[in-house]
């Protein structure tokens, strides 16, 4: 059954809408083609209608991920993701014959707030999609067998992640970041704490996380809302809701960082990559800063921005780009610069000096910010015409933000002001402590860590 880690990288970057409720003095994009309901038992249900080819996609989300795991369970959530495939009719091959029956394809993705299962069907085969995925969440039947045998698949996508060096740093790099909360943003887990997942845990996450009342259907494409919503109400009926899975259990609050730090990682590769990821808002303890995030690193990620002449154009980097990863527990804040072994010190130290003053906005005005407005709108229009990440998407804030934070992005980030900019980069950039990560060759790694080192006394406690 085809499953995968979303790798947190491609999650960091990206480029889609972030979340809040205010009045919406007129409609949203959005709301002109989404349609929501819910079921009695708790289940959301939100249809997506774009009728510009004949295609359409399933998706069941649910509020799991790593964020629910503790530390000795790193890994749970996605092994469940792979099993539960096999548990329908508690037979591992009856999902994927019933998905060629009506020539879907299938995947699951586990990531830090959600898990979610698709089907990608013609638009004439959407009723059996739902159908089919209706059983594989009401009715999970899975073994000892079933463990035994996806296990070893869990592990060999964590070893071919592991395989390419810039994946192991971003993991070390975020290690490093969360700290003691690693476990609430390890999507993967490793082979000892995989190892120690057995089928009662699965079962327990069965039981808590998987239930209606904490779910929510989402199809998206060439489809009618309400013949969606008839037959949802027919395939989910009986799921019987449990209690609030995070009423007993409630996700403890992501430890803060309270001091810099590196991870230097040589290797015999051809450039250097510097990582530098820091603990940035909750979308619900700051929401406004989440907005503010999105808009500053469109203006940075500009190329005809200030900051990429100085750094990029006119400066020893190859490429520069930064990005804020809305979740509901603290998301990350991540800068990524491409540079040579020659010229990595001045290029690290360029970028320190950048982040280090980036509440001056040196070079950002109202003008820069109207064209950063007019890119991001564009690039939100594109993205809702976009009908297989569409789901997705919708799956992803559905679960971190509310799908209403969603529908007023475009109107908060349009009345993004510079203050508004400052105010993020003076609170969650500037002074902030943070993980520098450094891919290069031996002989680079061991001139720049001996740099930091140097820089470290320098700037004392």
């Known amino acids: 059954m085809p499953s995968r880690i979303a790798p947190w990288l491609q999650a960091l970057t990206l480029v889609l809408p972030a979340l809040t409720t205010p009045a919406r003095a007129h409609q949203s994009p959005l709301e002109r083609f989404i349609h929501r309901t819910r079921l009695d038992n708790g289940l959301d249900i939100v249809v997506a209608e774009n009728h510009t080819v004949p295609l359409a996609t399933v998706l069941v989300a649910v509020r799991n991920g790593a964020f629910t795991q503790e530390p000795a369970e790193r890994g749970l959530a996605h092994l469940y993701e792979h099993v539960l495939f096999r548990s329908y009719r508690g037979d591992p091959n009856a999902f994927g014959r019933v998905a060629g029956r009506l020539n879907a394809a299938s995947n699951g993705v586990t990531s830090e707030?959600?898990?979610?299962?698709?089907?990608?069907?013609?638009?004439?085969?959407?009723?059996?999609?739902?159908?089919?995925?209706?059983?594989?969440?009401?009715?999970?039947?899975?073994?000892?067998?079933?463990l035994d045998e996806e296990r070893p698949v869990?592990?060999?996508?964590?070893?071919?992640?592991?395989?390419?060096?810039?994946?192991?740093?971003?993991?070390?790099?975020?290690?490093?970041?969360?700290?003691?909360?690693w476990s609430r943003k390890d999507v993967g887990g490793d082979s000892a704490s995989l190892a120690g997942i057995s089928l009662d845990r699965l079962k327990q996450t069965y039981a808590r996380y998987y239930v209606p009342n904490n779910a929510a259907l989402i199809v998206t494409g060439d489809v009618a809302s309400e013949q969606v919503f008839q037959k949802a109400r027919e395939q989910f009926r009986d799921w019987k809701p449990g209690p609030d899975p995070f009423a007993d259990r409630p996700v403890p609050p992501i430890a803060p960082r309270t001091a810099n730090g590196a991870v230097m990682m040589a290797h015999n590769v051809r450039d250097v990559t510097i990582r530098i990821a820091l603990q940035g808002p909750s979308v619900g303890q700051d929401t406004a800063a989440t907005y503010a995030a999105d808009a500053l690193f469109d203006l940075l990620n500009d190329p005809a921005s200030a900051f990429q002449q100085r750094l990029v154009t006119n400066g020893p980097f190859e490429s520069v780009t930064g990005a804020y990863y809305t979740l509901s527990h603290t998301g990350p804040i991540?800068?990524?610069?491409?540079?040579?072994?020659e010229r990595a010190q001045d290029a690290l130290v360029r970028l320190l000096n950048e982040l280090e003053t980036l509440d001056v906005l040196e070079g950002v005005?109202?003008?820069?910010?109207?064209?950063?407005?007019?890119?991001?709108?564009?690039?939100?229009?594109?993205?809702?015409?976009?009908?297989?990440?569409?789901?997705?998407?919708?799956?992803?804030?559905?679960?971190?933000?509310?799908?209403d934070y969603h529908l007023a992005y475009d109107a908060r980030m349009a009345a993004q002001k510079i203050e508004d900019l400052r105010r993020f980069a003076g609170t969650y950039v500037v002074g902030q402590p943070r993980v520098i990560g450094v891919l290069a060759p031996p002989e680079a790694t061991d001139r720049l860590a001996a740099w930091l080192r140097q820089h470290a006394a320098r700037s004392g406690p």
Not at 155 to 166: C, K, V
Not at 368 to 376: S, T, V
Request: hydrophobic share 45%; aromatic share 6%.
């Open 365 to 403: 005005g109202d003008e820069e910010l109207a064209i950063a407005k007019k890119h991001r709108e564009v690039a939100s229009a594109l993205t809702r015409e976009r009908i297989a990440g569409l789901a997705p998407a919708l799956a992803r804030w559905w679960s971190s933000a509310g799908l």
């Open 113 to 146: 707030e959600v898990v979610y299962y698709l089907l990608m069907v013609s638009s004439k085969n959407v009723g059996g999609a739902i159908d089919l995925i209706a059983g594989l969440f009401q009715d999970a039947r899975f073994s000892n067998q079933d």
């Open 154 to 181: 869990v592990l060999d996508e964590l070893q071919r992640h592991a395989s390419d060096p810039e994946e192991r740093l971003g993991r070390q790099v975020a290690q490093a970041l969360w700290g003691p909360s």
């Open 334 to 341: 991540e800068i990524v610069g491409k540079t040579s072994a």
